[in-house]
């Protein structure tokens, strides 16, 4: 259970970015359950400047006493002490075994309940000066990556925390979940749709299977194409592993996938393209060989299109989930992702949930 804690002047992106990392990650990846919800501190009326909108929650600070993880957004009052109740809640969550998350200035809000002293955290690089000034008994990494210390996680909020939830879901369920949900996350944020459609592209195709399932009379011609990405392949070639005639090829084609066989395997080799960027340092005339699509401009072009991005953006991007991240001693070694245990109350507690 995640509890999204929100006070009065939280920003809206910061307020649904939880709801679309963790979303993705279980729209994606059948073993993967969260549960989210919204809770509202007291005094919560609007989200924050510039285009502030009234907003309701349906749990109050009760919310969080059943949650595993409690994230804490920025808001607009992040210098003024929070209220009693809201540091009252944070600091018997982290009693019961809670894990917290705070982005962007909600690092303040969770500073000023003391339960940062002696820590290392995160926020924003604009207010890295300002909380190390507000609260001199924490250490602030001021390059904003995410900092991990204890059972707090910490960063600079970037497009609504995404960077520290991104850090969640690689501790649960590993980091080749998580790089799978960070690849959705951003097809989802740069929409291909649109430039694909009015290039006569592939509307999102690059999130798609390059192979056909296998309950699919083309599994074996879609694994025969995928093999060999990095060779010219013709209709002619393809029909002839297939035993079709073009023109059947074409249909079962359609009929299957939704896409021509040139279509498909221009999808794959994009594809390709994006598991070699994440991967390695090859330059991109290697991967334009590699992936059959011959020259840098050919591979900027058809990446362009699918992805809604440049090779060496997408290469980028995909990095910082291990570049973002910043432990707290800085000479351990990473530990093993492993699942958070979920909060234990009542009789499954250490001496039957008493003190």
Do not use: K
Request: glycine fraction near 12%; charged fraction near 20%; charge should be neutral.
């Amino acid at each position: 259970m995640i509890a999204v804690l929100a006070l009065d002047g939280v920003p809206g992106h910061q307020l649904t970015g939880p709801g679309l990392a963790f979303g993705t990650a279980v729209r994606h990846h059948p073993r993967v359950a969260y549960d989210l919800r919204f809770c509202g501190a007291p005094g919560l009326r609007a989200t924050g400047s510039p285009a502030p909108f009234g907003i309701e929650t349906p749990w109050g600070l009760d919310g969080l006493e059943d949650a595993d993880t409690v994230l804490l957004p920025g808001h607009d009052g992040f210098r003024d002490e929070p209220p009693a109740e809201v540091a009252d809640a944070l600091r018997a969550a982290v009693a019961r075994g809670s894990r917290i998350g705070a982005f962007g200035t909600g690092t303040f809000t969770l500073a000023a309940t003391g339960l940062l002293d002696g820590r290392r955290a995160a926020t924003s690089r604009q207010h890295s000066g300002e909380l190390a000034r507000l609260h001199p008994r924490l250490t602030v990494d001021p390059s904003g990556s995410v900092v991990v210390d204890g059972p707090f996680h910490s960063g600079a909020g970037v497009l609504g925390g995404l960077d520290v939830c991104l850090r969640l879901i690689t501790l649960d369920h590993g980091v080749q979940v998580a790089v799978e949900t960070e690849r959705q996350l951003f097809m989802q944020l740069h929409d291909p749709a649109e430039p694909a459609a009015r290039d006569g592209g592939l509307p999102g195709a690059a999130s798609y299977s390059a192979v056909a399932g296998p309950g699919s009379g083309l599994a074996a011609t879609t694994a025969w194409m995928a093999a060999r990405l990095d060779r010219p392949l013709t209709l002619d070639d393809i029909a002839a592993h297939a035993g079709l005639t073009v023109r059947s090829l074409n249909r079962r084609f359609r009929a299957e996938t939704g896409l021509t066989p040139l279509q498909f395997l221009l999808r794959a080799r994009v594809q390709l393209a994006q598991r070699l960027l994440e991967r390695g340092d090859e330059p991109v005339e290697r991967i334009a060989a590699q992936t059959g699509l011959g020259t840098p401009a050919n591979l900027r072009h058809h990446f362009l299109r699918f992805t809604g991005t440049s090779p060496s953006v997408y290469r980028t991007a995909f990095r910082s989930l291990v570049s973002t991240v910043t432990w707290a001693d800085r000479g351990a070694p990473e530990p093993a992702p492993t699942r958070h245990e979920p909060v234990r109350r009542g009789a499954d507690a250490p001496n039957g949930g008493r003190n």
